[in-house]
């Protein structure tokens, strides 16, 4: 039977590598978490949130679902949010998706995979929203990455139409929703020039956001 021994090896490897640096450290963290993030991204494995920012565990509070969507009925993800808002206190929201996603593109190709089909066609949704100016775009590659920004900036408008967003905004917190989106073949993160402080003109800013993108990639 494989119990994979080499996991716990390369776990207990990790462990002494972090007292060795700081003696206290587990004992540091396991008192509490303080994340300045909320991020929401994708399930691919290539996307760790913490090693992509440079951030040590404790200070991102993560959810991933595949293609980084954001449904108002989905109960597990908005107690992720209301817990990150309400308990954690945190004061920036990331929706991060990636190019190469294989849920965007099963949506863009209409692919049926399974189950996730269900799921898939949230972003599907997307895609039939902008379908014409997607085609527009003749290179598949570019209209590819088209789609997962878009993509994101939709999530980021659904994010901000939560009720936990609402309300925070509502009481006075301070809370940002930022849409961002990484490249697998340079890990670099590149900002979508989408940020939310308030529910004021969030369709606005979605809106403008989108034009901008496929404006972006027709010319191109």
Known sequence: MNRLNHLFSSNAAWAAKRIAENAEYFHDLSKDQKPGYLWIGCSDARVPANEILGLAPGD??????????VVQSDLNCLSVMQYAIDAL???HIIVVGHYGCGGVGAALRGDRIGVADNWIRHVRDVADRYSQRLAAIKDEHQRYHC???LNVVEQVLHVCQTTVVEDAWKRGQSLSVHGWIYGLDDGRLKNLGLTVIGAEDVLR???ETCDKILTAYSAS
């Open 89 to 91: 206190q945190v004061p």
């Open 205 to 207: 800013h979605h809106a």
């Open 147 to 149: 789609l997962c920004e």
């Open 60 to 69: 991102v509070f993560v959810h991933r679902n595949v293609a980084n969507v």
